[in-house]
């Protein structure tokens, strides 16, 4: 008995379905990354919103001065002023009669400080509080005080 192979031929119908199917196969993977990546082709652009911020002065102040007998020294003690939404830190001056100013600066947790500030002159004092965000600088609390 000899082993000889047989060779199987397919009829004319199924040689076209091979055919048809191989094609199939080749146009589809031929298009189907282009049809993926025409998927992501299209740009699209986020809106975009800008805003200010108008940074304000602290809502109230609370505390006590005094002034020597002469009237010619202040010395404010500051307990408590209002905190500002998104303030870095606060800044407290005392401006005396003549001009001459006294500044702390606090930082954005601390709202308590004594200032003190000298004049040659004697007259009203000037209290200002205002808050910073960043470098930028709000609007001022400003109380006048008068020895009495």
């Known amino acids: 008995m000899?082993?000889?192979?047989?060779?199987?031929r397919l009829g004319p119908l199924r040689l076209v379905r091979f055919v048809v199917q191989v094609l199939?196969?080749?146009?589809?993977?031929?298009?189907?990354?282009?049809?993926?990546?025409?998927?992501?082709?299209?740009?699209?652009?986020?809106?975009v919103t800008v805003g200010t911020y108008?940074?304000?002065?602290p809502a109230g102040v609370t505390g006590n001065f005094s002034c020597?007998?002469?009237?010619?020294?202040?010395?404010?003690?500051?307990?408590d002023f209002g905190?500002?939404?998104?303030?870095?830190?606060?800044?407290?001056?005392?401006?005396?009669?003549n001009g001459q100013v006294t500044t702390n600066?606090?930082?954005a947790n601390t709202r308590s400080t004594a200032i003190t500030r000298s004049s040659s002159t004697v007259g009203n004092y000037t209290l200002r509080i205002r808050a910073n965000v960043g470098t930028w600088t709000g609007q001022n609390l400003e109380r006048v005080l008068t020895c009495p």
Request: glycine share 4%; hydrophobic share 50%; net charge positive.
């Open 105 to 107: 600066n606090l930082a």
């Open 24 to 47: 199939l196969g080749v146009i589809v993977l031929t298009w189907a990354p282009t049809v993926a990546q025409a998927a992501f082709s299209g740009a699209t652009v986020a809106p």
């Open 68 to 79: 020597t007998t002469n009237k010619l020294s202040m010395t404010v003690n500051l307990t």
């Open 2 to 8: 000899s082993q000889h192979r047989t060779v199987r």
């Open 54 to 57: 108008a940074i304000p002065a």
């Open 83 to 97: 905190a500002v939404n998104r303030a870095t830190g606060y800044t407290v001056s005392l401006t005396a009669p």
